[in-house]
């Protein structure tokens, strides 16, 4: 299992949003591309970025700054998987062909699942779906529209469609750092072996210890975790989660 520390991107800016509510957003810093270094030097092997501005409008207004932070840390062999905005095969093309290592499709996998067999077929094993849920039942355009679908439904179909990772993001615990859905992810894990990034919650070692333990009793294991405002706020260091999941042979 790996850790993804996040960078989430508004205007150019780190951010961080609280369930995913662009009214409670709290700046972090100005220079993303900084952040990235610090995290690749504390020896995360991933990154993952989002860019709420396009997931919201679908107009990729950072993705200069998405390439840049993937050619800052190329050289130390750290991945970039990136999301937000990913909306065609013009825009996963854009961004893999920038460096990044993974694209996520949110929005589009819900509204168009046959975009991600097309995408996938062109770049195997880049490709990620981001369902994002509240209580189930997911959300789009950067958390702001209800999808009609339930994830436990779609994470299937994407799979089937040739995604390589899922990542699920429980809204309603995201920014909040209130502990990330165990049990939930659990179920999710034994019902479909899907290789899931869990995304929501973290706040400590504790909690990444947690999601690690995941699929002892025989399910898949996570695949990695996505932590972001608890990095920020000092609360999980980065260093220390990846040494914790490098002792535990995750």
Known sequence: MDLYPAIDLRGGRCVRLVEGDFDRETVYGDDPVAVAVSFAESGARWIHVVDLDAAR??????????????????ATGVRVQTGGGVRTIADATALLSAG????????????????????????????????????GDVRTRGWTE?????????????????????????ISR?????????????????????????SGGIRDLEDVRSLASLGA???????GAIAGRAVYEGTLDVAAAVALLAEAGS
């Open 217 to 223: 009793a025989g399910a898949r294991p996570l695949v």
């Open 100 to 135: 990044v290592a993974r694209v996520v499709i949110g929005t589009a996998a819900v509204e168009d699942p046959d975009l991600v067999r097309r995408i996938a077929d062109r770049w195997p094993g880049r490709v990620a779906v981001g369902l994002d849920h509240r209580n």
């Open 174 to 198: 995201d920014g909040l750092m209130a502990g990330p859905d165990v049990e939930g992810l659990s179920a999710l894990l034994e019902a479909t072996g899907a290789a899931i990034v869990a």
């Open 146 to 170: 209800g999808g009609g679908k339930r994830v436990d439904d779609l994470v299937p179909s994407v799979l089937a469609a040739g995604a390589s990772v899922v990542i699920v993001t429980d």
């Open 57 to 74: 409008t679908g107009d990729p207004v950072n993705r200069a700054v998405v390439t840049r932070i993937a050619t800052a840390v190329a």
